[in-house]
């Protein structure tokens, strides 16, 4: 296809986003039934099922009628949940398992269901009373599809494929070192709603205001003339606006305002109304920005005490889905004294989200385009720009998400990654220039103690967030206290975003004095060392250890140190602090 029409496409994309054709936000806050639980699955290795229709659920009647799969009888996975830790044979599946859930319904007169998906990694394909309803590519956002016409009254059959097997062309590519659990995810939920609703809304501070507030409300259709009420009941506000002719009223109005931070989190309750619709959220109010080399919260400095964090609950192994499993990770992080978590390397689920906000932890979204990216193929640019729309889609009335990162590690050499990143990063700034934008590399040379920081997609960021791993994967070159930095733009702040070293819990020196690999003295020593060197950054705005917890990946072979974990956590993935964590620890409390 030629590469017009992809623009074209990706243009309609677009549009459907800003037109409010995409997927209900703050869902639970809706009329939302859940269809979380128990399902039935196939487990199809060789992706058969596809041949054999099983969407269709076709049974024996009589005894001479054969088939040769069913749901009936099989296995049983729970949703939310990935399916590699629940069966001990599907711990290194990459492949199809289709999904059922039977579920009874009575339609109401009046009244819109939607299919409501967290997030289903990586390809879904849903049918409904065997009917596809649609699909859905990405295994970090959420998606929709209406099924008021399909629902039945009495029982449903709900069927998903699930494939997670690795893409080419997908984001995340072939190559990640992370386990990138497949399955239903994130939550599932039937979401009813009046005939018209409203589909979506906008409500945070202005670009580089502290009191002035610009929103928007937009209906599910393009219903001009109709009134929308927000109300913020704490400042006493209650403003009027109508739709225009696309379904959307804006308002703007200036109050004063509480403002959010990590050390006074507050969030206001709103209430927005329509004629047949009231949703109600939690929504805080704060400033984002860069000066002079710094980043500005609230108009002052602050340095940004970040740690990266994974999706994963350490203690079962699994993907992180719930509340429970958010505070588990964000209470960690929190405890290392940090005011900030990169949700590493993806967007994580709405509820790490929510939580972090409601904590006092500022959130860096980030977009799976990571390191092994095919940006020469078409189709590539179109499944980052749907994924970054989707992200920001969700997350955009969270003034606790004050960074989208919109890629990591990708290589300057390859073909049109250049062109592509610009592109996405100016479509970024298009729907969203409230926030700071960044692209997390790796390619700076480091030579003769020496940091020379070149790539030229740093043009296009806020922040220069660069990983290196000096002490581990590179050897130091000098004294850290003296390293040298040239940067191809000096004016702009610096954040180290990945720096440490593994070490599994509880191994030392040994018998010899020698500092070894994989002992926690010598993930230990590369902290204290990163900590010198951090005081020769220039422009230095934050710094984030790869990382809190101790996590599951396929590529970590060590038999004896690693066992498929990566082990640079600060944490074992039961939760035992390395000497490290109190390193990093002390260094914040001293920031
Ligand atoms: C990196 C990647 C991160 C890896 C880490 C490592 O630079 O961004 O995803 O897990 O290094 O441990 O090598």
């Given amino acids: 296809m030629g590469n017009w029409v992809w623009t074209f496409f990706s243009l309609c994309l677009f549009i459907g986003y800003a037109n409010g054709q995409s997927v209900i936000i703050n869902p639970y806050a809706r009329d939302y039934h859940s269809l979380n639980g128990d399902w039935n699955v196939i487990i199809d290795p060789t992706g058969i099922g596809e041949w054999r229709q099983v969407w269709l659920e076709k049974k024996s009647e009589r005894k001479t009628d054969f088939f040769e799969y069913s749901f009936d009888g099989g296995p049983v996975l729970k949703v939310p949940g990935d399916f590699n830790s629940q069966k001990c044979e599907l711990t290194y599946f990459e492949g199809t398992v289709w999904y059922r859930k039977l579920f009874s319904y009575t339609p109401k007169a009046g009244k819109r269901a939607f299919l409501h998906f967290g997030a289903v990694n990586y390809l879904a394909e849903v049918y409904l009373n065997g009917e596809k309803t649609g699909s859905h590519e990405g295994g970090f956002t959420p998606f929709q599809f209406e099924i008021t016409d399909k629902v039945r009254s009495g029982v449903n059959s709900l069927v998903v494929k699930v494939d997670n097997n690795r893409q080419a062309n997908g984001l995340p590519g072939y190559g990640y070192d992370w386990l990138n659990y497949g399955g239903i995810t994130r939550d599932v939920g039937l979401i009813e709603t009046n005939n018209d609703f409203i589909s979506d809304y906008s409500i945070q501070l202005k670009k580089g205001s502290l009191n002035t507030v610009l929103g928007w409300v937009q209906l599910n259709d393009a219903l001009d003339k109709q009134s929308v009420t927000i109300k913020i009941p704490e400042l006493n506000l209650a403003l009027k606006s ?35 619709d009231v949703v109600r959220d939690n929504i805080g109010f704060r400033c984002i920005e860069v000066y002079e080399g710094r980043v500005i919260l609230n108009k002052k400095p602050i340095f940004l005490k970040a740690v990266n964090v994974h999706e994963e609950n350490p203690y079962s192994g699994s993907r992180a889905f719930s509340k429970k499993d958010a505070h588990i990770l964000l209470s960690a992080a929190k405890e290392l004294g940090c005011n900030l978590v990169r949700l590493a390397h993806y967007p994580h689920n709405e509820h790490m989200v929510r939580e972090a906000e409601k904590i006092g932890l500022m959130v860096w979204d980030e977009l799976p385009v990571y390191q092994h990216i095919n940006f020469s193929d078409s189709v590539v640019p179109v499944k980052m720009e749907t994924m970054l729309t989707e992200m920001i889609h969700r997350d955009k009335n969270r003034c606790g998400v004050v960074i989208w990162s919109l890629s990591n590690e990708t290589y300057p050499h390859t073909p049109d990654r250049n062109k592509e990143l610009i592109s996405l990063t100016k479509k970024c700034r298009a729907i969203d220039s409230t926030r700071l934008i960044t692209h997390v590399i790796n390619t700076q040379r480091y030579e003769n103690n020496t940091f020379n920081v070149w790539d030229s997609l740093y043009r296009y960021s806020d922040i220069i967030s660069i990983n290196e791993y000096i002490g581990w994967y590179v050897p130091w070159q000098g004294k850290p206290s003296e390293t040298k930095w040239k940067l191809n733009f000096p004016d702009k702040p610096v954040f180290i975003s990945e720096f440490g070293g593994e070490a599994l819990f509880g191994s030392d020196y040994g018998p010899t004095d020698e500092a070894a690999y994989w002992t926690e003295e010598y993930q230990a020593n590369i902290y204290k060392n990163q900590i010198e060197l951090f005081g020769t950054v220039p422009n230095l705005c934050g710094v984030c250890p790869w990382l809190l917890f101790d996590y599951r990946s396929l590529g970590r072979m060590h038999p004896v140190y690693q066992s498929g974990y990566n082990r640079k956590g600060l944490l074992s993935e039961k939760g035992e602090k390395k000497k490290a964590w109190y390193i990093m620890q002390e260094y914040y409390k001293g920031k």
């Fill in 242 to 276: 109508k739709t225009d002719k696309s379904g959307m009223a804006r308002v703007e109005f200036t109050a004063d305002i509480e403002l959010w931070s990590p050390g006074n989190p507050k969030l206001y309750e709103v209430i927005i109304e329509s004629k047949t």
